[in-house]
């Protein structure tokens, strides 16, 4: 039996005005309402039909965004890119910022569901994509950024994390040093796991590993910060340190200078993303560049492809994964390994 408005009134308690005005986000609803409302419509697996989308007229000209977090840096800039990007082709953006959180994610779909979106861009923090498989099935074209989301996203962009965690390994090494510890958040994030693995890797090919990694569960300055301060206190061996971000370096830098050491004559520290306080931090960050707005662009390009050229009777393809160049900005905080 197909699944109606009716259905979803009766389950949530309301009448199909209010569900209709939750579904088409139109008029009031209390939050408590719309609450119901969306757990009836998960509980359901709810989506609206593709003739009932084209009667409320079609294309929307509006795309979902899905970042983990857009007071993070990094998502604050890809946002900016990405939207200023739709701008000019003639969308709209819808920024949903999930916090990290499954339920945030569940939340927004159904929201982007009931907006008509034409297509989603999305940054999963989840493994997980169980609660995408209504925008799939929903025939929406959607293009997973700076992580892949496999049996999903029609197509992904990204950068190359492994490679960029192997730049910045070979970078110290050829400077001598040995003695690496590594400092990043969040430990779930599919691109810091990839670095961590390049990391690790091109260690490995001189014969050494880390001597110590410790992981956030968040990613921010006042989470790393003090980690990176706890290895420096426990590893007094250590002439390096590998931020799996630039915050998380950038707090290490920090640490290094509060415990009365120098970068890089004590320390060396790296980063990775080349956000725009690398280069304000003292000393300069090196760190390794990925081209943020070029992401966002390339997947804002593939999606508007996937857009124009679905069928009817689309299905999702076999999701390809774009890896774009990454490369190391030498700054101040690296040198030879101290004496």
């Known amino acids: 039996m197909t699944t109606s408005i009716r259905h979803i009134a009766r389950l949530a308690g309301t009448s199909v005005?209010?569900?209709?005005?939750?579904?088409?986000?139109?008029?009031?609803?209390?939050?408590?309402?719309?609450?119901?409302?969306?757990?009836?419509?998960?509980?359901?697996?709810?989506?609206?039909?593709?003739?009932?989308?084209?009667?409320?007229?079609?294309?929307?000209?509006?795309?979902?965004?899905?970042?983990?977090?857009?007071?993070?840096?990094?998502?604050?800039?890809?946002?900016?890119?990405?939207?200023?990007?739709?701008?000019?082709?003639?969308?709209?953006?819808?920024?949903?910022?999930?916090?990290?959180?499954?339920?945030?994610?569940?939340?927004y779909i159904s929201m982007l569901l009931s907006q008509r979106v034409d297509g989603v861009i999305v940054a999963s923090a989840f493994g997980s994509t169980k609660h995408f498989e209504t925008l799939r099935d929903a025939h929406i074209p959607i293009v997973a950024i700076d992580r892949d989301l496999p049996g999903i996203a029609d197509d992904a962009v990204m950068a190359d994390h492994e490679q960029g965690g192997r730049l910045m390994a070979r970078h110290l090494i050829e400077l001598?040093?040995?003695?690496?510890?590594?400092?990043?958040?969040?430990?779930?994030?599919?691109?810091?796991?990839?670095?961590?693995?390049?990391?690790?890797?091109?260690?490995?090919?001189?014969?050494i590993a880390p001597i110590a990694v410790t992981m956030a569960e968040e990613h921010s300055f006042t989470a790393a910060y003090p980690l990176a301060k706890a290895l420096v206190a426990s590893r007094p061996d250590m002439t390096a340190i590998i931020g799996t971000t630039d915050i998380s370096a950038i707090a290490a830098i920090h640490a290094v200078q509060d415990r009365g050491f120098s970068v890089p004559q004590d320390y060396s520290v790296i980063g990775f993303d080349d956000l725009p306080e690398a280069a304000y931090v003292f000393p300069r960050l090196t760190t390794v560049a990925q081209p943020i707005r070029g992401v966002g662009e390339q997947a804002v390009r593939r999606l508007e492809a996937l857009i124009e050229e679905q069928p009817a009777d689309r299905k999702p393809a076999v999701g390809a994964i774009a890896k774009v160049p990454v490369n190391l900005i030498e700054r101040d905080s690296t040198g030879p390994v101290r004496a």
Request: positive net charge; proline residues 6%.
């Open 17 to 107: 005005s209010s569900v209709s005005r939750v579904l088409n986000n139109s008029g009031y609803a209390s939050p408590e309402l719309r609450e119901r409302v969306e757990a009836a419509i998960r509980t359901l697996s709810y989506t609206p039909s593709k003739g009932a989308r084209m009667l409320r007229g079609a294309p929307s000209r509006m795309i979902g965004l899905m970042l983990p977090s857009i007071d993070v840096p990094f998502f604050g800039i890809l946002a900016h890119a990405i939207e200023q990007d739709l701008f000019s082709r003639g969308y709209q953006t819808l920024i949903c910022s999930t916090a990290e959180n499954i339920d945030h994610e569940a939340r």
């Open 176 to 207: 001598g040093h040995r003695a690496i510890g590594i400092v990043g958040a969040p430990a779930h994030s599919q691109p810091v796991q990839l670095r961590l693995c390049g990391i690790t890797a091109e260690m490995a090919t001189s014969g």
